[in-house]
């Protein structure tokens, strides 16, 4: 059974990796379609790749969190806002692979060559059709501000639970809570429990750490 | 948060109505020829061609791109007037355009949209851009304000060469017998890496005067004239590349190089089929210039952004209509300006 609160460490990573190059992606694509400068070649130049690199991202992000569960929420949130929770963290999954994939998929339909590396395109994942270049199209540019706007929405929760609520959700995603000590940790019952993962970063898998570890010092709190 | 949104907004231009896009460019174009669903929005009307390029190697010295080397490559083109009304006369301009995909093996592609006219009007977008306010048709006459025309060719004394050409050429009779020219300049590269700045041009091997009609073309000649030719077999091109030298812009397509540059012939673009555009191979192809295969760039000219970004949105657009996806009307301003 999962008694971790916290993240995988490669989970953690990944988060934070992908949510900066995916907020970059949002940016680099509405600049893009919109310029006429010498920015277009360029913006163009990375969003493809990227993209692809979103994609393979987020394969290995799936792998990670089906192997390692995710921590459960506090036990004090209500029902319905768990289920929230977890529907929108599945509905920013299913973007991750939809914007990449229709991006794929609309350059094929278009009978453009998909250019990752300079002379050797991805092949076309569908057959080129103008009418589907024309739906493929849409859906690229309303899911972009349907993930932007998830993406606040999420951002919002995330700094409501970080500093309204002021539980384990944040630290389980950023630098997960140690064991209670001196300094803060005033509400010690909740961070008892989210004090699985040791260091911040990913050298060690969480199993490999005795959870509670007593003899680190507090300082990762809530980033 | 409200930051990120801000800033969003900011990059999507939303926040800057002002600024030139891809689709204030591509609104004027519709402006000034009115709404035809499905259409480009320049160089509407036109009809889709097909063939093969046969490379005799003698470019592959300077552009590892493989359709310099010797042998055969598939092609799909488009021969057009410019404008954005599919139904324009033929006599209407005396430009004349083609447009070619070169499918490379390997999936690598080779996109190259051409004129018939050896400069380009003008060097910049932004002046694009005023020059389709000026040509924007009264809506009393249906026609450009020829004062406003002429204010705008005052204040850019860079579409002089451009002008001096439209003045002497007469509208032809014929697609086979032009010579279209890329305009703007590129790079060749080549297998030791080193780049050489390039303009290209096809030359027709079909003289100017065979079976010329006596006057102008009129409304739909041209179609005629091609399917009469291509009856009695392929019509053939040399692919002609011109190496620049140092001191030769590659930003300014309104100059010319110096007619002494080194010219190689790359090969014979030979074209065997012509079909219509509703239906042809052309219809769903987006001829950006920007569409490259290795051994090939794109240089520092201007032009050459703003097309993949206009010509971008003029396929959405088009595309969009074809599938009949929601929004695809434009807002009523812009199908206000009707057709001729
Ligand atoms: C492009 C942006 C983002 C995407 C696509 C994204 C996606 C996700 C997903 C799918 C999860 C579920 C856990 C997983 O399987 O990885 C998650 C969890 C989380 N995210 Fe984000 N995120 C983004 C940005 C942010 C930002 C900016 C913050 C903070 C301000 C944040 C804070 C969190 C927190 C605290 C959790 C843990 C929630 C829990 O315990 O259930 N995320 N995120
Ligand atoms: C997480 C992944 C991705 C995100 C967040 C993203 C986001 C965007 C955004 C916001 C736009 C502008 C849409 C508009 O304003 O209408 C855009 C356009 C575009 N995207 Fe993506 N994209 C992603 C992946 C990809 C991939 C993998 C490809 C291709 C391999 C791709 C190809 C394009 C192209 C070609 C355009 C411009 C289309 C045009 O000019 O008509 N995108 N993207
Ligand atoms: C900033 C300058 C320019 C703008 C904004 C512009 C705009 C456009 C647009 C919107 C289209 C329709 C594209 C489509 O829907 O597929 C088009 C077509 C075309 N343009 Fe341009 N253009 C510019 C400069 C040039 C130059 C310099 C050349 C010649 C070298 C050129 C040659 C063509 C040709 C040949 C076509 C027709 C392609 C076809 O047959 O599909 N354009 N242009």
């Given at each position: 059974m999962n008694t971790h609160p916290a993240f995988h460490p490669l989970a953690r990573v990944l988060h934070w990796t992908m949510a900066v190059l995916i907020l970059a992606m949002l940016f680099i694509g509405v600049g893009m379609v919109s310029t006429v400068s010498s920015k277009h070649t360029w913006l163009l130049a990375i969003h493809k790749p990227l993209g692809i690199a979103i994609l393979v991202l987020a394969i290995i992000r799936l792998g990670v969190r089906l192997r390692f569960r995710a921590p459960p929420l506090p036990a004090d949130m209500p029902a319905s806002m768990q289920w929230v929770a977890h529907a929108s963290h599945w509905v920013l999954y299913a973007l991750m692979f939809a914007m990449p994939l229709i991006g794929w998929a609309m350059l094929s339909a278009g009978g453009y060559p998909v250019t990752i590396l300079h002379g050797w395109p991805l092949p076309p994942l569908v057959p080129a059709h103008g009418a589907l270049f024309g739906w493929l199209r849409l859906a690229h540019g309303v899911l972009a501000y349907v993930f932007f706007l998830a993406i606040l929405g999420h951002m919002g929760a995330a700094l409501y639970h970080g500093l309204i609520r002021r539980d384990d959700v944040l630290p389980s995603m950023s630098f997960p809570r140690r064991e209670p000590s001196p300094p803060q940790m005033s509400d010690a019952p909740a961070t008892t429990q989210a004090s699985a993962v040791g260091t911040a970063l990913p050298e060690q898998p969480p199993e490999a750490q005795p959870a509670g570890d007593p003899a680190s010092p507090g300082q990762g709190d809530a980033g | 948060m409200l930051a990120l949104g801000v800033a969003f907004s900011y990059t999507a231009g939303w926040l800057a109505p002002s600024r030139l896009s891809a689709q204030r460019i591509v609104d004027a174009l519709q402006q000034n020829a009115g709404w035809h669903p499905g259409y480009r929005r320049n160089h509407a009307k036109g009809v889709c061609v097909s063939g093969y390029f046969e490379s005799n190697g003698a470019a592959a010295a300077y552009s590892v791109a493989r359709v310099f080397a010797q042998g055969r490559t598939p092609v799909i083109g488009r021969l057009a007037i410019p404008g954005g009304n599919p139904a324009a006369p033929d006599d209407s301009s005396p430009v004349r355009s083609l447009a070619l995909r070169f499918d490379l093996p390997g999936g690598e592609q080779w996109r190259t949209g051409m004129n018939n006219m050896p400069v380009f009007v003008v060097a910049t977008p932004q002046a694009f851009y005023e020059q389709l306010l000026a040509a924007r048709p009264d809506p009393a006459t249906h026609k450009p304000d020829p004062a406003r025309l002429a204010a705008f060719f005052a204040a850019h004394p860079e579409t002089g060469p451009f002008l001096a050409w439209a003045k002497t050429t007469r509208p032809s009779a014929s697609f086979a017998t032009q010579s279209y020219y890329g305009l703007d300049a590129f790079y060749f590269i080549d297998a030791a890496g080193r780049k050489h700045p390039v303009r290209w041009r096809v030359a027709p091997?079909?003289?100017?005067?065979?079976?010329?009609?006596?006057g102008p073309p009129s409304k739909d000649d041209l179609t005629d004239d091609l399917d009469r030719r291509l009856a009695q077999g392929p019509l053939r091109w040399h692919l002609l590349v011109t190496l620049g030298a140092p001191e030769d812009p590659t930003n300014d397509a309104t100059r010319v190089w110096p007619a002494e540059r080194p010219t190689i012939d790359a090969g014979t673009l030979v074209i065997e089929h012509a079909q219509d555009q509703a239906s042809g191979p052309c219809r769903d192809v987006n001829y950006d210039p920007t569409v490259l295969p290795h051994g090939i760039a794109i240089s520092d000219d201007p032009l050459l952004a703003a097309r993949a970004s206009a010509y971008a949105d003029s396929y959405r657009r088009r595309t969009g209509e074809e599938a009949h996806v929601p929004g695809s009307a434009p807002a009523a301003d812009a199908t206000k300006a009707s057709q001729p």
């Open positions: - | 091997e079909t003289a100017d005067h065979t079976d010329a009609p006596a």
